[in-house]
């Protein structure tokens, strides 16, 4: 499986943006698909993930209400629709797949290379 992370750029505070990841290679409809961001000097996080075949959901705190996971199934990709930016939310994105249905890294083996979100305040 190989993921594509694609979307990142700069935008001011209270700004939108949405982001996505097209996997390829031998891909499975029962996987779950995640988000996890890095920041300078910080530790990677997760965000949000998506189980495939139900479209269940699940966000970290510091972005629930504002970020909206979604993914479309003809074209094998996911999206993270990203509402009231704050500098807070800056950061390298990564979009990583595996079968469990998890809000932790070390379940995830396949990872997409990161796109950067700068936040301006």
């Known amino acids: 499986v190989q993921l594509q992370a694609s979307g990142g750029g700069l935008v001011q505070t209270g700004g939108s943006l949405r982001l996505s990841c097209a996997a390829s290679g031998r891909w499975f409809g029962s996987y779950a698909c995640a988000w996890f961001r890095q920041a300078p000097g910080k530790e990677r996080e997760f965000v949000a993930v998506i189980n495939w075949s139900d479209s269940n959901t699940y966000y970290a705190g510091s972005v629930k209400g504002r970020f909206t996971v979604s993914r479309d199934n003809a074209k094998n990709t996911m999206y993270l629709q990203m509402n009231s930016l704050k500098p807070e939310d800056t950061a390298v994105y990564f979009c990583?797949?595996?079968?469990?249905?998890?809000?932790?890294?070390?379940?995830?083996?396949?990872w997409g290379q990161g796109t950067l979100v700068t936040v301006s305040s």
């Open positions: 990583a797949a595996d079968r469990s249905y998890s809000a932790r890294q070390e379940d995830y083996h396949y």
